[in-house]
T-cell receptor
């Protein structure tokens, strides 16, 4: 099983649509979770952290279900500028917990159509 | 000011050559990383340094040698370049809070093409 799994897409949605991305992770000891966004030929940028209680930032809502080892990202009222690859990122312990590392999913490509 | 900067942005070189990529962060972070993004866009960690000390080495060929002269810099030297080394290499850094690394901030990437 992959450490972090995402549906690669592409998700083609019209402007104004609501779209949801899901992600599962394999290590139950994982400590923190993030969604990153990567535009074509650019570096990944932090979109938002994901907290157990769920969190919202404008049109974006992130949820974490530790029992199911599942993370989600909901984008409401999609804009053309939301077109990008969305990366699920899990911070998991490494070397017996001596340190930790960020594991990236393969990303989900979103294309918002006019 | 760029928080994490890496040079060069583009690098085209012949097989067998040796090349270096430099990275600097001005965020005051303790931890720095090198990630490789291949043609399938998968981002994979290569190395992690914490306060100049190598913490993670993810079974990368020993042709790849990172060097951290201080905690703000992490360079990557690659010997005897091979065609399969062609990829985008990202440097990143993160803070540590209560012993756990937080979110990472990435440089703009170095697009390496080996011909």
């Amino acid at each position: 099983r992959k450490e972090v799994e995402q549906d690669p897409g592409p998700f083609n949605v019209p402007e104004g649509a609501t779209v949801a991305f899901n992600c599962t992770y394999s290590n139950s000891a994982s400590q923190s979770f993030f969604w990153y966004r990567q535009d074509c030929r650019k570096e990944p940028k932090l979109l938002m952290s994901v907290y157990s209680s769920g969190n919202e930032d404008g049109r974006f809502t992130a949820q974490l279900n530790r029992a199911s080892q599942y993370i989600s990202l909901l984008i409401r009222d999609s804009k053309l500028s939301d077109s990008a690859t969305y990366l699920c990122v899990v911070n998991e312990p490494n070397y017996g917990g001596a340190t930790n590392k960020l594991i990236f999913g393969t990303g989900t490509l979103l294309a918002v159509q006019p | 000011d760029t928080a994490v900067s890496q040079t060069p942005k583009y690098l085209v070189t012949q097989m067998g050559n040796d090349k270096s990529i430099k990275c600097e962060q001005n965020l005051g972070h303790d931890t720095m990383y090198w990630y490789k993004q291949d043609s399938k866009k998968f981002l994979k960690i290569m190395f992690s340094y914490n306060n100049k000390e190598l913490i993670i080495n993810e079974t990368v060929p020993n042709r790849f040698s990172p060097k951290s002269p201080d905690k703000a810099h992490l360079n990557l030297h690659i010997n005897s370049l091979e065609l399969g080394d062609s990829a985008v290499y990202f440097c990143a850094s993160s803070a540590r809070r209560e012993g756990i690394n937080t979110e990472a901030f990435f440089g703009q990437g170095t697009r390496l093409t080996v011909v």
